[in-house]
């Protein structure tokens, strides 16, 4: 980086070219007072005129935050005329814009109060001095208060919400002197304005400030961001985001801001070993617990039984899990809830490049010139990746939408498919094939990098453009453009979820994405690549660490003979070749009596599963079923021995996110009650059933062994870890990680195109059942720690199902009222939201809601491939009640 040499108050600093005076200044430690001041801006606010300096040469003083670095230039700050010109500003800011500081909930923390000292100025309470401003305040949001009165004008709300957030949800009314910050329906409640206000104008409800912090990572979705939790007492008090964390810089959304606290405090949270007596349960001792569950699985060894384990627990526990499965238990019967929207990801990307895993950093999404996002709204499932896509579309990217929702990216948009339900691949193939024919192909790149290009076009040489769009509903010319832009924009990259993976041709869908990046050459390079969007913070490290049925940590196969004999060696003890159950699986064979024993932890198919009138059956027939969690949920409900789980914020160890970093989780509080972290308890259980191995004393020496076996993580250690996040592969310790995949080959060698065949989906509207039923994930819920956070249950209370306008007129149904949505399998009264986002003919729930469970009417039938069920295309009716 170039730099420039410059002198500010008589001391010598370098800086980068191009960086403004102000900048350089307070990175050397000088104070320049600012309230308007952003460094992420493209262009300075220049709003306070604070800032003011000196500059040898010029007529006059200038504001720091405009006037770039010279070389040679010497910058004085404190000049008589640069302290008149602030002491000025500071007292029409204090005069006209604040009342009483001594009960304002910033008092002490306020960037006013710092200036006034600073310039010399008095603040003085407001029964002392006449302010002309008496505006309501607005306390509608339940996390936050917005107090006009004490507003500067500095504009910051305003500027994150549009230039980071991209929510546009923030505006000023009127202009001057009566100028008020208001906010409009497209609020995310994600606090940006409030972390970045610098007075009191928007602060916390309920705020206190915390006596300590502790770096670690939010534990909701699996985008991975960066957290710092603050501390009074032992009680998590505050969240703000880590400003020096790649992976959102700063940002969170609402559930990751508001949504921590209080769950991890909350009543509900189990804290000692419970087991079941009649209809309910009783507390017993952590000794007894131990006891019993040592007893009762060792008459379970085997294909009896089966674990599913966490995709919200950290990597530590997971590998302690899964080799407890395969070592203590005998048994290869271990999956996560992964299962149920990354299978197919594991699957295709495993076999057409070698890994099932996101190919490029997050950070290279605002960098592409097109992006095609498709089976996913990740403005709401993921904020903060979906405020990236947001960044590069206004920085001039081709956004190209493929959902039968209108999702909030849809206005953002250059073009929007609005496919039918379950048709992802009839669309990929049109688009696929206009691309052949129109000479689009990069076959430069296929002929070096790929194999089995000619299957791929005999397969698409039977799949016309017209049998695309009678498929997909999407008009001819619209799938031509889609093509031709994906094509002829180069980096392109493409995100998807599980409206993608969740079918009984999930697997065909990711292959059919895989086949497009080949097709492209948009692969291996900066800004191009796919990007699978995985649900949970760690479901990415609980496939890494060996959650699977069929393969072992870091995805090495157990029928590889020289593989198991690695794992044999370390763990001291013969493997079985033979792959296990998946999760559904395992619960099937449970309703037929083979299953007998399952240990769940962390996971609640009784709420997540497709059809969990079934899976509820299913655990019901077991002869021992126990539950390690931090909440008593609806599958801990039906356990026979119940363990109580640490949060996140009670233990170390590491999550990998969705772009393969894998981070430090931080141990903040001490765990609550007597709960214990996952890896613990499966580590006390082994000990007490004979095994050895198990006697780790730190979650530091987990990851050893973890290093020791996977040569992904061969390079990663907690010691490391302390100094950032590190993306795998790293096989050694002087790696520094691998941000890109398949840059100069694949790691199966050449990438490999598979052949296509379309399949409808397992169930279509008919007579009977007439509408087409789609789930998708609420902005502020996400399992059950967000139902555990008031104010996440007031923005969105109870579950819904959105119709259409024209059905509802059909049904007669207004907006409101309570209806029954009606499968084969189920029957759910919920309220109807009347709306467009929802096309004819289909409508839309998410499967948050335990009180209304969606996964009542869900089609549990699988993708044959990869075991996912088709969770997002189930016929139904809706009758009124």
């Known amino acids: ?349 495993g076999e057409s490049f070698g890994a099932g895993a996101m190919s490029n950093p997050m950070d290279d999404i605002e960098s592409a010139a097109c992006i095609f996002v498709i089976g996913t709204n990740p403005t709401s499932s993921h904020p903060i990746l979906g405020q990236r896509i947001r960044r590069a579309a206004r920085n001039g990217a081709k956004l190209i939408i493929a959902n039968p929702r209108e999702i909030d990216l849809c206005r953002h948009a250059s073009l929007w498919l609005r496919n039918r339900p379950g048709s992802d691949l009839a669309l990929l193939m049109g688009m696929m094939r206009i691309i052949i024919d129109e000479g689009l192909a990069d076959l430069s790149f296929i002929e070096a990098r790929c194999e089995n290009f000619d299957a791929l076009t005999e397969s698409l040489s039977r799949f016309d453009l017209k049998l695309a769009e009678e498929l997909s509903g999407v008009p001819q010319q619209l799938i031509t453009d889609a093509a031709r832009t994906y094509a002829g924009l180069k980096p392109a990259t493409i995100l998807f979820g599980s409206g993608l993976t969740q079918h009984i041709h999930g697997t065909e869908n990711v292959y059919a994405l895989a086949n497009l990046a080949m097709l492209t050459g948009n692969i291996g390079q900066a800004s191009s690549g796919i990007y699978p969007i995985k649900g949970e913070n760690n479901a990415q490290g609980a496939c890494d660490m060996g959650a699977l049925p069929g393969l072992l940590p870091d995805y090495q196969p157990l029928s590889g003979p020289d593989i198991r004999e690695k794992f044999e060696a370390a763990w001291g003890c013969p493997l079985s070749p033979n792959p296990g159950l998946t999760l559904g699986e395992m619960l099937d064979t449970a309703n037929e009596g083979r299953i007998q024993a399952l240990y769940i932890v962390g996971a609640d198919p009784a709420l997540d599963m497709a059809n969990i009138q079934q899976v509820r059956q299913a655990l019901k027939r077991l002869e021992f079923l126990v539950v390690q969690d931090i909440f008593l949920t609806q599958t801990a409900r039906l356990a026979d021995l119940v363990l109580p789980a640490a949060s996140f914020a009670e233990k170390d160890g590491t999550f990998t996110n969705i772009e393969r970093r894998v981070q430090l989780v931080r141990q903040a509080i001490e765990p609550i009650g007597d709960s214990r972290p996952d890896w613990q308890i499966a580590c006390r259980i082994a000990q007490k059933m004979g095994a050895t191995g198990f006697d780790f004393e730190h979650p530091s020496q987990i990851m050893d062994e973890v290093a020791s076996l996977l040569p992904s993580y061969g390079g990663i250690s907690h010691q490391r870890l302390e100094d950032g996040g590190i993306q795998y592969p790293c096989p050694s310790k002087n790696r520094p990680g691998t941000p890109r995949l398949h840059t100069k080959t694949f790691i199966r060698g050449k990438g490999r195109f598979t052949p296509l065949v379309y399949r409808p989906p397992a169930e279509e509207p008919d007579d009977e059942y007439p509408l087409m039923l789609t789930i998708e994930r609420s902005l502020y819920h996400q399992g059950n720690m967000s139902r555990k956070v008031k104010g996440l249950n007031t923005l969105r209370p109870e579950e819904l199902v959105e119709i259409n306008p024209l059905d509802a007129a059909n049904l007669g149904v207004a907006d409101g009222e309570s209806v029954r949505v009606i499968s084969r399998r189920g029957v759910v009264k919920v309220k109807a939201k009347i709306t467009e986002a929802s096309p004819p003919g289909v409508v839309c729930m998410s499967s948050n809601f335990a009180e209304r469970p969606a996964n009542l009417l869900t089609n549990s039938t699988l993708d044959a491939s990869s075991k996912t069920p088709e969770l997002k295309v189930s016929a139904i009716r809706i009758a009124k009640t």
């Not at 493209?42 to 003011?52: D, Q, S, T, V």
Request: net charge positive; aromatic share 6%; proline share 6%.
């Open 1 to 349: 980086m170039d730099t420039v040499n410059l002198t500010i108050d008589g001391i010598p600093i370098k800086a980068p070219k191009g960086e403004k005076v102000l900048w350089a200044a307070l990175d050397n430690g000088i104070y320049i007072p600012n309230l308007c001041a952003i460094r992420r801006a493209k262009e300075p606010h220049a709003g306070c005129r604070l800032c003011f300096v000196g500059i040898e040469g010029r007529p006059g003083p200038v504001t720091a935050c405009t006037e770039p670095v010279a070389e040679g230039m010497v910058v004085h700050t404190t000049t008589p005329e640069v302290k008149r010109l602030r002491r000025t500003a500071a007292e029409l800011l204090i005069a006209t814009e604040c009342p009483d500081c001594r009960t304002c909930a910033k008092n002490r923390h306020c960037e006013l109060q710092r200036v006034a000292a600073h310039v010399g100025v008095k603040l003085k309470p407001q029964r002392l001095r006449k302010s002309p401003k008496s505006l309501a305040i607005d306390s509608s949001n339940p996390f936050f208060i917005l107090d006009p009165n004490k507003c500067i004008l500095c504009g910051k709300c305003v500027w994150v919400c549009s230039e980071i957030v991209g929510a546009d949800a923030i505006n000023f009314t009127s202009r001057g002197f009566d100028a008020t910050p208001m906010f409009d329906e497209s609020c995310e409640a994600c606090g940006e304005c409030v972390a970045i206000c610098p007075v009191g104008a928007l602060v916390e409800k309920n705020l206190r400030w915390p006596k300590q912090e502790v770096k670690t990572i939010c534990p909701y979705c699996a985008v991975g961001c960066g957290i710092y939790l603050g501390l009074d007492n032992g009680v998590i008090v505050s969240v703000r985001g880590d400003e020096e964390n790649p992976v959102n810089r700063g940002s969170l959304c609402a559930r990751g801001r508001f949504g921590i606290a209080e769950f991890v405090h909350h009543q509900d949270r189990l804290t000692t070993p419970l087991v079941k007596k009649g209809r309910g349960f009783v507390e017993i001792s952590w000794e007894e617990a131990i006891e019993l569950v040592a007893r009762r699985l060792a008459q379970y060894k085997g294909e009896k039984f089966g674990l599913i384990s966490s995709v919200k627990s950290t990597n530590e526990d997971n590998y302690i899990l899964q080799k407890f499965a395969r070592v203590v238990m005998g048994s290869n019967n271990i999956d996560s809830s992964a299962r149920l929207r990354d299978g197919p990801t594991l699957v295709a990307l």
